[in-house]
């Protein structure tokens, strides 16, 4: 199989802030075609996890997101932070500070990324089972989440009516689903 990756020339950056950068890339295709200019958006790396409590509920969250205007149902995740000595310690941090749960098992579930022809980030997704509420919400000064756990069999109801919209949640409902038994591909 050829080599299909592209040589990165030379790189500019147009915009940096905490959560979001922008990058200009002059490239060349291992055929000798030039692209100019290719814009990269740089992000950290996230996590997020399909969260079940000790009781088999599944934890969700319901909060405003300004990029669309509307508010809606997600599963727990967010940045990976310098601190986080690997991903999992970041998850666990993630769950404790959005829902004030704590989980026994993670089982981690791969990574997407969610559009890999811009974006150069991954999310890692995880599996958290064991959930018990152990504290309190410790949220970031620009965050407003609200917690609502639900049954196994409403959760797969609001699934199947398309109420979850972040397509790397989606995602990572899907392939939890899998590794509990509960949907087979």
């Not at 040589?7 to 500019?12: G, I, P, R, V």
């Not at 200009?24 to 399909?50: M, N, Q």
């Not at 669309?68 to 149902?73: L, S």
């Amino acid at each position: 199989m050829a080599d299909m990756k592209w040589k990165t020339l030379a790189s500019e950056y147009l915009f940096k802030d905490l959560w979001f950068t922008v990058r200009k890339d002059r490239c060349e295709t291992p055929g000798g075609k030039i692209v100019d200019p290719y814009y990269v958006y740089e992000f950290p790396t996230w996590v997020t996890a399909f969260a079940l409590t000790e009781n088999n509920e599944v934890l969700l969250e319901r909060q405003y997101r300004q990029g669309i205007g509307e508010t809606h149902y997600e599963i727990p995740g967010g940045c990976v932070d310098d601190t986080d000595a690997s991903l999992e310690a970041a998850i666990r941090r993630e769950l404790m500070e959005e829902t004030g749960y704590e989980f026994s098992n993670y089982e981690y579930l791969g990574k997407t990324c969610a559009n890999p022809s811009t974006n150069n980030n991954w999310m890692h997704m995880f599996l958290a089972t064991g959930g018990k509420k152990t504290g309190e919400q410790h949220l970031d000064p620009n965050e407003e989440i609200h917690i609502e756990l639900v049954g196994m069999e409403q959760f797969k109801e609001m699934l199947r009516a398309n109420r979850f919209i972040q397509s790397m949640h989606v995602t990572c409902m899907f392939y939890a689903l899998q590794r509990l038994g509960i949907m087979q591909f």
